[in-house]
């Protein structure tokens, strides 16, 4: 009867995949040139060009993100189901990854909205804007439903956890600290319209592409070979989107809970969370005295905005480094260099970097480029100082969420950091209890 | 417990150096200067089998004219060159005869039996004796002329156009007698393709009309009347033929029939022989300066190979080896 059960699934998903690929074969040809004629009579090929993806179909791609999302909520909060949320982890590593070849996703998105929001001449996609709000509306209203199940890249993470270990609670905290210096990092780097850094990074394109240089792959490779036993490490050490989806969760109205009912605290789920993101009941009840709660306040309010004043220093004296990512930047530091060292184009070895041949080709002096590059130097002061300042105040907020005692009764999911992905469910004999006395 | 220690301890380090790899690869990486991926190496093609070299370079001497286009040498060995303003005229032995004041920038030249020197400005020939007179000169009359070449026999001065991808035949006058080469289905002539400003012309030792059609990499033989009476061609990287988009940009005939051909990009100097197949190697591309073109040639009548090498501001004189 199970037997029957899985291939039955089996089918079902081969079936999907096929539906969806026969969508991908769609592409029309077009001639955008005349051909050349050749004297010696070559027959020059058609060449096949993939159209631009038509409107209704990255609107159907929203359509395809709401249902998914629903779905997930509603077999999380509602029908408690593991196995289910597993089913659209499979649908999603299918439809948005491998058929939509992990493009636009939620987390690229992030990038579009920044370079949107600094770069007037940039216009955003609606379905951009879609992709990027619709699973923080979710994550508002139910938590991070998009990470247990819609997102493509968490998913394909979450299927290779089979063997998932336990890490310390301080390690994970500050591991915990790279996606808000990788968030930062994107935002500044998109706003000032240098590079879109978490796509160029993300390490499961390639795989849902099939196509990507080694170093890629092997990027892929290692996250997906760590996922075996650090469940998600890309969702929980590097995810900048996951940074937004954190904060909105933690507000979240109606969060999936471990246990349907009360917790009868019998400790059954209390390693199922293979994310380290269920918190312990804390039964200690004596109060704190009032010149503790007091002096831990001010220490806090002195350390946090120092923090931050150190950060926006730091952030602008390493803005020139930041901003020499910048291609403008980059080439004219290139070409001060050669102005001032000019035997090193005399060597025998030196290659003219194909940047500045064709920066020379194209006519521009010397000094515009230089004014163009110093203003984005500029752009990247202020963006350093800022970047500076959020992670000095991120550093501030971890270091004083450690010594904040917080009182807990049950197990409880970490609303930020939980994914819903409703393993710890499975775990609690209480739906069970009143399953059986209905 | 300790395994896991272990592995958990593997992974972070594995988390620790993808952080590591991304930010070296962003923040350190973009400093290597980025190479032409689609750059056109041409290194495994400088070096020659040294067997098939069959010349050495026995004599050079520096020339001082601007613009040096065009080389050719008389019956008695003397050797023309052809640039702005001047024609210069040394013996075979490099000792400087006479310049000549010519006042037009000349893209080719051409030597008759009788001393008398074609020259080839862009748009017109003249024709200058041996003491330094003009004697005559004549227009070509065709809108975008650049005249790259003069052959001539005892009775027709033939003249090549680049610009208009065709040959005048004229008489020794400089009446236009007909034009050879335009593109002809039914007599089986498929045009000249001359993308840049190389398009040579010979007379072969049956008096027939040797073209040189670059673009095609393929030589063809004409007669004077413009019918097509043979040719050959050779597309190849390798010594045995012609690349790139138009080569071989210059030649001249040995009395024997064969053609030394001189070559751009691949700059090279060799002998093929009448019937196109390749024979030897008068000099590799390692013994011309990076950038060398515009390789004009002669040969005297001591089957000495007269080259003008502008990038060097020299002439340069190759002989046969006694293999």
Request: charged residues 20%; glycine residues 6%.
């Given at each position: 009867?199970?037997?029957?059960?899985?291939?039955?699934?089996?089918?079902?998903?081969?079936?999907?995949?096929?539906?969806?690929?026969?969508?991908?074969?769609?592409?029309?040809?077009?001639?955008?040139?005349?051909?050349?004629?050749?004297?010696?009579?070559?027959?020059?090929?058609?060449?096949?060009?993939?159209?631009?993806?038509?409107?209704?179909?990255?609107?159907?791609?929203?359509?395809?993100?709401?249902?998914?999302?629903?779905?997930?909520?509603?077999?999380?909060?509602?029908?408690?189901?593991?196995?289910?949320?597993?089913?659209?982890?499979?649908?999603?590593?299918?439809?948005?990854?491998?058929?939509?070849?992990?493009?636009?996703?939620?987390?690229?998105?992030?990038?579009?909205?920044?370079?949107?929001?600094?770069?007037?001449?940039?216009?955003?996609?609606?379905?951009?804007?879609?992709?990027?709000?619709?699973?923080?509306?979710?994550?508002?209203?139910?938590?991070?439903?998009?990470?247990?199940?819609?997102?493509?890249?968490?998913?394909?993470?979450?299927?290779?956890?089979?063997?998932?270990?336990?890490?310390?609670?301080?390690?994970?905290?500050?591991?915990?600290?790279?996606?808000?210096?990788?968030?930062?990092?994107?935002?500044?780097?998109?706003?000032?319209?240098?590079?879109?850094?978490?796509?160029?990074?993300?390490?499961?394109?390639?795989?849902?592409?099939?196509?990507?240089?080694?170093?890629?792959?092997?990027?892929?490779?290692?996250?997906?070979?760590?996922?075996?036993?650090?469940?998600?490490?890309?969702?929980?050490?590097?995810?900048?989107?996951?940074?937004?989806?954190?904060?909105?969760?933690?507000?979240?109205?109606?969060?999936?809970?471990?246990?349907?009912?009360?917790?009868?605290?019998?400790?059954?789920?209390?390693?199922?969370?293979?994310?380290?993101?269920?918190?312990?009941?804390?039964?200690?009840?004596?109060?704190?005295?009032?010149?503790?709660?007091?002096?831990?306040?001010?220490?806090?309010?002195?350390?946090?905005?120092?923090?931050?004043?150190?950060?926006?220093?730091?952030?602008?004296?390493?803005?020139?480094?930041?901003?020499?990512?910048?291609?403008?930047?980059?080439?004219?530091?290139?070409?001060?260099?050669?102005?001032?060292?000019?035997?090193?184009?005399?060597?025998?070895?030196?290659?003219?970097?194909?940047?500045?041949?064709?920066?020379?080709?194209?006519?521009?002096?010397?000094?515009?480029?230089?004014?163009?590059?110093?203003?984005?130097?500029?752009?990247?002061?202020?963006?350093?100082?800022?970047?500076?300042?959020?992670?000095?105040?991120?550093?501030?907020?971890?270091?004083?969420?450690?010594?904040?005692?917080?009182?807990?009764?049950?197990?409880?999911?970490?609303?930020?950091?939980?994914?819903?992905?409703?393993?710890?469910?499975?775990?609690?004999?209480?739906?069970?209890?009143?399953?059986?006395?209905? | 417990?300790?395994?896991?220690?272990?592995?958990?301890?593997?992974?972070?380090?594995?988390?620790?150096?993808?952080?590591?790899?991304?930010?070296?690869?962003?923040?350190?990486?973009?400093?290597?200067?980025?190479?032409?991926?689609?750059?056109?190496?041409?290194?495994?093609?400088?070096?020659?089998?040294?067997?098939?070299?069959?010349?050495?370079?026995?004599?050079?001497?520096?020339?001082?004219?601007?613009?040096?286009?065009?080389?050719?040498?008389?019956?008695d060995d003397n050797i023309y060159v052809a640039g702005k303003d001047k024609i210069l005229i040394y013996d075979k032995n490099a000792k400087f005869i006479r310049q000549i004041y010519t006042e037009v920038e000349a893209l080719s030249l051409k030597v008759s039996d009788n001393n008398d020197i074609y020259l080839g400005a862009r748009d017109h020939v003249e024709i200058w004796n041996f003491e330094g007179e003009k004697e005559a000169s004549w227009e070509v009359l065709n809108p975008r002329v650049v005249i790259t070449s003069i052959a001539l026999t005892d009775?027709?001065?033939?003249?090549?156009?680049?610009?208009?991808?065709?040959?005048?035949?004229?008489?020794?006058?400089?009446?236009?007698?007909?034009?050879?080469?335009?593109?002809?289905?039914?007599?089986?002539?498929?045009?000249?393709?001359?993308?840049?400003?190389?398009?040579?012309?010979?007379?072969?030792?049956?008096?027939?009309?040797?073209?040189?059609?670059?673009?095609?990499?393929?030589?063809?033989?004409?007669?004077?009347?413009?019918?097509?009476?043979?040719?050959?061609?050779?597309?190849?990287?390798?010594?045995?033929?012609?690349?790139?988009?138009?080569?071989?940009?210059?030649?001249?005939?040995?009395?024997?029939?064969?053609?030394?051909?001189?070559?751009?990009?691949?700059?090279?100097?060799?002998?093929?022989?009448?019937?196109?197949?390749?024979?030897?190697?008068?000099?590799?591309?390692?013994?011309?300066?990076?950038?060398?073109?515009?390789?004009?040639?002669?040969?005297?009548?001591?089957?000495?190979?007269?080259?003008?090498?502008?990038?060097?501001?020299?002439?340069?004189?190759?002989?046969?080896?006694?293999?």
């Amino acid at each position: 009867m199970r037997y029957s059960r899985t291939k039955g699934y089996i089918i079902e998903i081969v079936l999907l995949f096929t539906i969806l690929l026969s969508f991908q074969t769609m592409d029309v040809q077009a001639q955008r040139f005349p051909k050349p004629e050749f004297e010696s009579g070559h027959v020059q090929p058609d060449t096949q060009i993939a159209l631009p993806r038509s409107d209704i179909l990255e609107y159907f791609d929203v359509f395809v993100l709401i249902v998914a999302l629903s779905v997930v909520s509603w077999l999380v909060l509602k029908k408690r189901s593991r196995r289910g949320v597993f089913w659209v982890s499979i649908f999603s590593i299918l439809y948005f990854g491998f058929y939509r070849e992990g493009c636009v996703c939620s987390v690229g998105s992030l990038q579009n909205i920044a370079l949107a929001l600094f770069n007037p001449g940039y216009k955003i996609p609606l379905t951009v804007i879609a992709f990027f709000v619709i699973p923080l509306i979710f994550s508002l209203f139910f938590g991070r439903v998009f990470c247990a199940g819609v997102c493509p890249l968490g998913a394909i993470q979450d299927i290779f956890a089979w063997k998932p270990m336990q890490m310390k609670s301080w390690l994970q905290k500050l591991l915990g600290l790279i996606p808000y210096i990788y968030f930062g990092l994107a935002i500044l780097y998109a706003a000032t319209s240098t590079d879109f850094i978490i796509c160029r990074y993300d390490p499961f394109i390639g795989i849902y592409r099939l196509d990507a240089d080694f170093l890629m792959f092997l990027l892929g490779g290692i996250f997906l070979l760590t996922s075996i036993f650090i469940a998600r490490p890309y969702c929980r050490f590097f995810c900048p989107y996951g940074v937004l989806l954190n904060l909105f969760s933690r507000v979240s109205k109606n969060h999936m809970t471990i246990t349907p009912s009360k917790c009868i605290q019998c400790k059954l789920c209390e390693n199922s969370c293979p994310f380290g993101a269920i918190e312990e009941p804390n039964m200690v009840k004596i109060k704190e005295p009032r010149k503790n709660t007091v002096r831990r306040f001010l220490v806090f309010t002195a350390i946090i905005p120092a923090l931050i004043i150190v950060g926006v220093y730091v952030g602008s004296q390493f803005h020139q480094n930041l901003a020499m990512v910048h291609p403008k930047v980059r080439l004219a530091q290139n070409i001060m260099d050669l102005k001032n060292n000019p035997e090193i184009q005399e060597d025998s070895e030196y290659i003219e970097p194909l940047e500045i041949e064709a920066f020379r080709s194209a006519g521009k002096s010397d000094q515009q480029l230089f004014t163009e590059a110093k203003e984005i130097i500029g752009d990247f002061h202020t963006g350093g100082m800022i970047l500076g300042g959020f992670l000095g105040l991120v550093f501030g907020l971890t270091l004083a969420s450690l010594s904040v005692f917080k009182y807990r009764t049950d197990y409880e999911p970490n609303k930020g950091e939980c994914f819903s992905c409703a393993r710890c469910m499975d775990y609690c004999p209480i739906e069970e209890k009143v399953g059986s006395s209905e | 417990m300790e395994k896991n220690k272990i592995i958990i301890g593997l992974a972070i380090v594995a988390i620790i150096a993808v952080v590591g790899f991304m930010a070296a690869d962003f923040f350190i990486g973009f400093d290597k200067p980025q190479k032409n991926v689609y750059e056109f190496k041409l290194d495994d093609f400088t070096d020659v089998d040294s067997s098939l070299i069959n010349y050495t370079e026995v004599l050079n001497f520096n020339i001082d004219i601007e613009k040096m286009k065009a080389v050719d040498v008389d019956k008695d060995d003397n050797i023309y060159v052809a640039g702005k303003d001047k024609i210069l005229i040394y013996d075979k032995n490099a000792k400087f005869i006479r310049q000549i004041y010519t006042e037009v920038e000349a893209l080719s030249l051409k030597v008759s039996d009788n001393n008398d020197i074609y020259l080839g400005a862009r748009d017109h020939v003249e024709i200058w004796n041996f003491e330094g007179e003009k004697e005559a000169s004549w227009e070509v009359l065709n809108p975008r002329v650049v005249i790259t070449s003069i052959a001539l026999t005892d009775s027709s001065v033939f003249v090549a156009d680049a610009g208009n991808k065709i040959i005048y035949h004229y008489n020794l006058n400089g009446k236009l007698k007909n034009e050879i080469g335009r593109k002809d289905s039914i007599k089986g002539i498929q045009g000249f393709v001359i993308p840049s400003p190389y398009f040579d012309i010979a007379i072969g030792r049956d008096n027939e009309l040797w073209v040189v059609n670059s673009g095609r990499h393929q030589f063809e033989a004409y007669d004077m009347y413009g019918n097509l009476k043979s040719s050959w061609k050779k597309t190849s990287m390798n010594l045995d033929g012609f690349s790139g988009c138009c080569n071989p940009s210059n030649m001249a005939i040995l009395p024997n029939g064969s053609f030394v051909t001189t070559e751009k990009g691949i700059v090279r100097i060799k002998i093929h022989k009448p019937s196109g197949e390749f024979e030897s190697v008068v000099a590799t591309p390692k013994q011309f300066d990076k950038g060398t073109r515009g390789l004009d040639v002669a040969v005297d009548s001591e089957n000495r190979i007269i080259l003008l090498d502008p990038m060097r501001a020299m002439i340069r004189i190759f002989e046969k080896d006694n293999k």
